[in-house]
């Protein structure tokens, strides 16, 4: 049964981006810090330069002359330390939303993700988690710094003339909800699109180039061609839209700015005329709406960013499961030991059933089976017989019904990353880095020697052919694109004979290699695996005469036939 997860939604993943409050304080009152000093900057200047000129002494203007100096440099203090808190703390928490994302992910794969768009997958693990930065950096801080600015301005102006700061606190309203109403009607339904429009340009690029051989064979790259443009325009038309959107809320508070600042003239203009507002105090109460207004275009800003955050949010928590499907294995609590448990006598299977996520019939109904160390067993069978889900069984992709040991202890004492310790699949088209051959042996044996490696390669009938390759440093290209369907099997099984597991299953090794070197190649693989090593082969070929031990035949996901002899 699958272990329940807490629920993925886009709330936990939004707050999950939020850096720890010790790390995000500094940034709040930084931020704070700075735009206040924007403000305070230009009242002092404009009470300063209108003081100034009414020509009273000097000893009046200190303090303020002061307060310019004060301000100009504490606004650009604030501002570098508001951006260095900020971003060291959001690219921080950015590293571990996405190493959590990851390992979520994780348990889905290999058998979990087949049904997902590898498009979608991508752009939730690079662009969507990216987007997640903006929620502190674009809306939280922003937000809190406008929000409180602009409460402190309006009493500043309040303190000068009430009426004023009346009309400055009604501007601010109307700019707030007009920006964000507009913002919203106009740029959500195209914010909501982008990112299906990006996965869809993803997709068809990477369809593109992993196909591009097959495409100029058959005359139809233009047609691909024509759907990655197609895919580019409307993309496209969503950020012109999106753009759009924000152009016009940040119109409407620059129109509401200048609202703020005549309003502010017509009613202290009363005031001033009847000695009850000075000339300098009329400078401040029209000109501090320009600062605030200025902080304020932050507010449209930040409610676009907020969407963009919220949405892409919302496609990770799609990504992300509420809980692992019951057909995929859920480890028991606590990490793998890091040693896989010992084969002893072998390993067994009984009354084994087993199906695919989302799949409502069973693959494999009630197999029996038994692998002795040392044994080569050959699992035979029609495509569709159930054995590449027998070899995601044995490797712990798939759960098991019915009961299946290693050594006689049931795998479920054991986490499956520890399985994998002891049994070791070769898939039918094994994954090889774009990286040379070193690389791609490396990762399964780290601290082996280039000694190691050759002597790999030559027990899988393979160094000569690097050699003239350039040896170890030869690249393999994108996915093996430079090697042959045989020469990445040979790769695959010498990556495994490095690694030393107890137990090899190999999954379909010739398949999309020229029968003409199926044999010799089923050969190969046969005799290089020590005599130690346990081989189950499953292949719909014929092996050759003495490859294997016994031969275990697979019919609709039953054992019809078990015999011991070297061909089905």
């Known amino acids: 049964m699958s272990q329940p997860e807490a629920r993925t939604s886009a709330r936990s993943i939004l707050r999950g981006a939020l850096p720890p409050a010790p790390r995000w304080v500094p940034t709040i009152v930084t931020g704070l810090a700075a735009e206040a000093s924007a403000v305070a900057l230009l009242a002092v200047s404009a009470w300063l330069i209108v003081r100034a000129s009414e020509q009273p002494p000097v000893l009046y203007l200190s303090l303020a002359v002061v307060g310019v100096r004060f301000f100009a440099l504490s606004r650009a203090a604030a501002r570098y330390l508001e951006r260095l808190f900020g971003h060291d703390a959001a690219l921080g928490q950015l590293v571990r939303t996405r190493t959590d994302l990851v390992r979520r992910l994780v348990p889905l794969a290999p058998d979990g993700l087949s049904r997902t768009r590898s498009g979608s997958v991508l752009g939730a693990l690079v662009d969507d988690v990216d987007e997640l930065q903006d929620l502190p950096l674009r809306v939280i801080q922003p937000l809190a710094s406008s929000a409180l600015v602009a409460a402190l301005s309006v009493i500043l102006v309040g303190l000068v003339w009430w009426a004023a700061a009346l009309t400055l606190l009604a501007c601010l309203a109307l700019a707030a909800v007009t920006a964000a109403v507009w913002g919203w009607a106009a740029g959500s339904r195209a914010e909501r699109a982008v990112a299906p429009l990006r996965a869809r340009v993803t997709e068809a690029l990477m369809d593109h180039f992993s196909a591009l051989d097959v495409l100029h064979a058959y005359g139809a790259t233009e047609t691909s061609r024509a759907r990655i443009d197609a895919a580019d325009r409307a993309l496209r038309r969503a950020v012109v839209r999106r753009a759009g959107a924000q152009a016009a809320t940040t119109a409407v508070v620059s129109v509401a700015a200048g609202v703020a600042s005549i309003a502010a003239v017509l009613v202290s203009a009363p005031a001033v005329a009847s000695g009850a507002l000075s000339g300098p105090g009329l400078a401040v109460v029209v000109l501090v709406p320009m600062a605030v207004f200025e902080v304020f275009t932050v507010v449209p800003l930040a409610a676009a960013a907020w969407r963009r955050v919220h949405a892409a949010a919302t496609r990770i928590a799609d990504a992300v499961p509420d809980a692992l499907p019951t057909e995929l294995v859920s480890d028991r609590p606590g990490p793998p030991t890091g040693m896989g448990p010992s084969l002893g006598?072998?390993?067994?299977?009984?009354?084994?059933?087993?199906?695919?996520?989302?799949?409502?019939?069973?693959?494999?109904?009630?197999?029996?089976?038994?692998?002795?160390?040392?044994?080569?067993?050959?699992?035979?069978?029609?495509?569709?017989?159930?054995?590449?889900?027998?070899?995601?069984?044995?490797?712990?992709?798939?759960?098991?019904?019915?009961?299946?040991?290693?050594?006689?202890?049931?795998?479920?004492?054991?986490?499956?990353?520890?399985?994998?310790?002891?049994?070791?699949?070769?898939?039918?088209?094994?994954?090889?880095?774009?990286?040379?051959?070193?690389?791609?042996?490396?990762?399964?044996?780290?601290?082996?020697?280039?000694?190691?490696?050759?002597?790999?390669?030559?027990?899988?009938?393979?160094?000569?052919?690097?050699?003239?390759?350039?040896?170890?440093?030869?690249?393999?290209?994108?996915?093996?694109?430079?090697?042959?369907?045989?020469?990445?099997?040979?790769?695959?099984?010498?990556?495994?004979?490095?690694?030393?597991?107890?137990?090899?299953?190999?999954?379909?090794?010739?398949?999309?290699?020229?029968?003409?070197?199926?044999?010799?190649?089923?050969?190969?693989?046969?005799?290089?695996?020590?005599?130690?090593?346990?081989?189950?082969?499953?292949?719909?070929?014929?092996?050759?005469?003495?490859?294997?031990?016994?031969?275990?035949?697979?019919?609709?996901?039953?054992?019809?036939?078990?015999?011991?002899?070297?061909?089905?």
């Open 345 to 568: 006598e072998g390993l067994s299977l009984r009354g084994v059933t087993a199906r695919w996520p989302g799949s409502a019939e069973a693959v494999l109904r009630g197999v029996d089976l038994d692998v002795a160390p040392g044994e080569r067993v050959l699992v035979s069978g029609a495509s569709g017989a159930g054995k590449t889900t027998l070899a995601h069984v044995l490797v712990r992709f798939l759960e098991a019904g019915g009961d299946y040991t290693i050594g006689g202890v049931p795998v479920t004492a054991f986490s499956s990353d520890d399985v994998r310790r002891t049994i070791g699949l070769v898939e039918q088209h094994p994954m090889l880095f774009d990286d040379n051959i070193r690389q791609n042996l490396l990762f399964a044996r780290p601290t082996a020697s280039d000694a190691h490696l050759e002597r790999a390669l030559e027990r899988v009938g393979l160094w000569d052919w690097v050699g003239r390759r350039g040896g170890l440093d030869a690249r393999v290209g994108e996915r093996g694109a430079w090697v042959s369907g045989g020469q990445a099997q040979r790769l695959a099984l010498a990556r495994a004979l490095l690694r030393g597991f107890p137990v090899l299953v190999l999954d379909e090794p010739t398949a999309g290699v020229d029968p003409a070197a199926a044999d010799e190649l089923l050969r190969d693989l046969l005799s290089a695996a020590g005599s130690e090593q346990a081989v189950i082969l499953i292949s719909h070929a014929d092996v050759p005469a003495g490859g294997v031990d016994r031969v275990v035949r697979l019919e609709a996901g039953r054992v019809v036939r078990e015999v011991g002899a070297t061909t089905p």
